[in-house]
């Protein structure tokens, strides 16, 4: 039996490590490894888990009464997606969007193709597929038509739901054809007649009806934490305090005493790299939550805590700060940094450190899994992103076939990258395993549960030089990193950012500075470090678009006008002459670096926020802008400081070029929604560590962006709807220029820099 499948992030890090593998092993737990690329690269979806599937017998069905039933694969997390693919499907096959139903894949990537819903991929590897498969079933509604009146299919047009003869005016709605469509022959590739850009009926009207709109509304919408089935029993877990600790004594008679429990259950605790894997201890099963908890709590336990137990966030500060200040592993170099640095005069030499900690993704909803076990088969009901990982991972802690695992796909209420991660649903079938066969276990993750044991973007501190001379021209640039990387989540001991990391905002930064070198730091990892919405362009983005303010004002320019400058003028650049060469696994000649693109955005974002204008004392403008998941993205914050040090964020104007705006709406929406995300890291989120125990616990300690202190205003400007380029990324790249446009806000309103994070008040 061959239960491997390759790891959802496998195109991330291409070219870093090679191919990461999560297969089975002999003691029957999911494991990771490196292994080495063959064959030719490929790019796109096709270096996804199961590529791309562009049958509409996959994705369509229509009923007799004319209703259309659309597949949506990938889930819904608060991006749209469940409406924008479906969208594109309706627009292609000339469905009524009153008229179509969508339905949520189960985990299954055979059929439907790649499900990973992260790396801002959704739209940007299946806009063209689900294109195809809209338009294969409108045309095969066209030859049943004209089958069905004997006239050439020339002389049919599909027209909103019906298939028109236009000599004849006949009509026929599609639920008349539906079983002769059936039998058509699918139309191959070359045969496909894709609509025009004027033809569109919702492609980039941004008109259509959200499909979970009304049901979200009305508290109908079933997320993984609604989950009820008859006979459900509901378990906590009582984890290791620190990563890769365990229980060195357990006494559970007290909490088998709280009324309700009915079983103490052990998990495992992960051996090696902690991967996707549950960090173990001991789990409560109750016959309700609250039972469950109070019973966690009545548990007696003594913890090892293993390697981890000294990881003290103070004193891990100064390690990567003695890091940055020495050299590192070269990820890219252009000219001899070193040398115009040496050779430079006192005066034109600039130096600063930025630090971010790390940050947890505080869903709304905490992790949650239902799993039932009968006989060979176990189904799941959760919310995650990657459903086919909880598949494998169910299926291999359970040593079930693939096939015999069914994962039913629920709203997440968020993710940012957590819920890639199939650990809690590895935890619900190792308990649902303990319990009598046909027991639905729901296992809940309380909020402290997730704060304290989540998988952590990475802390960081970024060191930058550079030698900017008497006419204001930057001639070098050092870019030294240091953060434990994501790579050690699958590498035991595992330290230094990969080729991936460094390529969101370090080394294919694209400005014209004759002498470039960056470096990263290979620091140890005392944390799970896993991906966060934005992944690395977090940190490097804030510490670059920071620099660059400090550099324009010490050469007393105008930011907006310097940083125009220092990008040139438009021009497509090949990210390998960068050393980018994964470029997020994106074709080069098909995603190059475009200048003017870039500047586009910078423009748009400064007009919007009216740079340049006079303001009150106390308040200032700040500007940022970011590349990432080959989307463009600037944007300008507006803050007001008092006497006190408080600050007010008045307005965030931000600009995006995503290349063909799909659904404007929904980018709108996730451009607010990084607006608060990244204010939210930027003012208050701090994960900090204590004898490698997380210090936080909830939201009184782990804020998230209160609505009295969001922004009023947040305008968003979309760029260059240009259906003639191939789709970015949208959920991702808004957050990380909004950190440093808020620094850059408030040295302009009061001369005061901040280069560490929270800033909390600027004191």
């Known amino acids: 039996m061959d239960t491997s499948v390759r790891f959802s992030r496998r195109a991330f890090l291409q070219g870093g490590l090679g191919a990461l593998t999560l297969a089975v092993s002999t003691q029957g737990l999911v494991t990771v490894a490196w292994a080495a690329d063959s064959g030719p690269q490929k790019y796109g979806a096709d270096s996804m888990p199961g590529g791309t599937v562009d049958d509409p017998l996959v994705f369509v069905s229509i009923a007799v009464d004319g209703v259309v039933t659309i597949v949506a694969h990938r889930a819904e997390m608060g991006t749209g997606v469940r409406t924008s693919l479906p969208m594109v499907v309706a627009d292609e096959m000339e469905a009524d969007w009153e008229r179509v139903k969508v339905v949520q894949a189960e985990a299954d990537e055979t059929r439907y193709g790649n499900q990973n819903v992260d790396g801002s991929r959704s739209m940007r590897h299946f806009l063209m597929p689900m294109r195809r498969v809209g338009a294969a079933a409108r045309q095969m509604l066209e030859a049943a038509a004209a089958a069905r009146w004997s006239v050439p299919v020339a002389e049919v047009e599909a027209v909103r739901h019906e298939v028109v003869h236009r000599a004849t005016g006949r009509r026929l709605g599609y639920g008349e054809l539906a079983a002769d469509a059936a039998r058509q022959p699918v139309p191959p590739g070359k045969a496909l007649k894709l609509k025009r850009r004027a033809d569109f009926r919702y492609i980039g009207k941004g008109r259509v009806r959200p499909v979970d709109l009304e049901g979200i509304g009305q508290g109908l919408a079933i997320y993984g934490m ?17 990563v890769g600790g365990k229980p060195r ?27 996707f894997l549950p960090l173990g201890g001991v789990a409560v099963v109750a016959r309700n939550t609250w039972a469950a908890a109070q019973g966690r709590a009545a548990l007696d336990i ?31 170099s252009q000219g001899d940094a070193a040398r115009a640095w040496t050779k430079a005069p006192e005066a034109e030499r600039v130096a600063a450190e930025y630090y971010i900690p790390h940050l947890a993704h505080a869903s709304m909803e905490t992790p949650v899994a239902t799993v039932r076990i009968q006989g060979d088969h176990a189904e799941v009901w959760t919310s995650v992103q990657n459903p086919a990982a909880a598949r494998a991972a ?24 957590r819920k890639s991660k199939p650990d809690f649903v590895d935890e619900a079938a190792i308990v649902a395993r303990a319990m009598p066969e046909g027991t639905p276990v729901k296992l809940v993750w309380m909020r402290e ?67 470039v070198r960056v470096e990263t730091a290979e620091v140890p990892a005392h944390a799970r470090i896993g991906w966060f919405r934005s992944v690395a362009n977090i940190p490097h983005a804030f510490a670059a678009q920071c620099f660059i303010a400090e550099l324009a004002h010490r050469a007393g320019r105008d930011h907006r006008q310097f940083a125009l400058d220092l990008i040139g003028p438009a021009r497509k650049i090949d990210p390998g002459s960068l050393a980018d060469t994964w470029n997020y696994s994106e074709s080069p000649e098909r995603y190059p670096y475009d200048t003017g693109r870039l500047r586009a955005v910078i423009e748009a974002a400064a007009r919007g926020a009216g740079w340049g204008r006079k303001l009150p004392a106390g308040h200032g403008l700040g500007l940022a802008f970011c590349y990432s998941f080959m989307s463009y993205t600037a944007t300008v914050v507006e803050v007001a400081v008092d006497d006190k040090g408080e600050i007010r964020v008045l307005a965030v104007d931000m600009a995006m ?38 210090k936080q616990s909830n939201f009184h300690d782990y804020e998230v962006l209160r609505h009295d202190v969001s922004p009023r205003v947040i305008r968003t400007h979309l760029v260059n709807d240009n259906h003639d380029l191939p789709p970015g990324g949208v959920g991702e790249p808004p957050v990380p220029p909004v950190a440093p446009a808020l620094c850059n806000a408030i040295f302009a309103a009061t001369g005061k820099r901040v280069r560490s994070l929270p800033i909390r008040t600027v004191g």
């Not at 090892?304 to 940055?324: I, K, T």
């Open 249 to 275: 004594r357990v006494d559970s008679s007290k909490a088998l005493a709280v009324p309700g429990v009915l079983k103490v259950v052990e998990i495992p605790v992960f051996q090696g790299a902690p991967a």
């Open 394 to 417: 169910v299926a291999a802690r359970l040593k079930f076939r693939p096939e015999n695992v069914k994962v039913n796909v629920l709203l997440l209420g968020g993710g940012f990258g």
């Open 657 to 694: 070029d995503c290349g063909p705006q799909i659904n404007p709406e929904r980018i709108r929406a996730q451009m607010e929604g990084g607006a608060v995300m990244g204010l939210s890291l930027a003012l208050t989120g701090e994960i900090t560590f204590e004898k490698g125990r997380v």
């Open 449 to 515: 549960d997730d704060i304290r044991h989540d998988y952590l973007h990475t802390v960081s501190v970024e060191r930058l030089e550079a030698v900017i001379d008497r006419k204001g021209q930057v001639r070098s640039w050092l870019h030294r990193s240091a953060a434990p990387t994501i790579a050690s989540l699958f590498t035991e001991g595992g330290k230094g950012q990969q080729l991936f990391e460094s390529a969101m905002s370090a080394i294919n930064m694209p400005y014209r500075i004759p002498n």
């Open 226 to 242: 609604d989950m009820r089935l008859p006979g459900m029993v509901y378990a906590v877990v009582a984890r290791p305090p620190v």
């Open 302 to 332: 003594e913890w090892d805590d293993g390697p981890n137990g000294a990881y003290e966030s103070a004193d891990y500060r100064r390690e990567l700060e003695a890091a940055c200040r020495v050299p590192g592993k070269v990820m890219r």
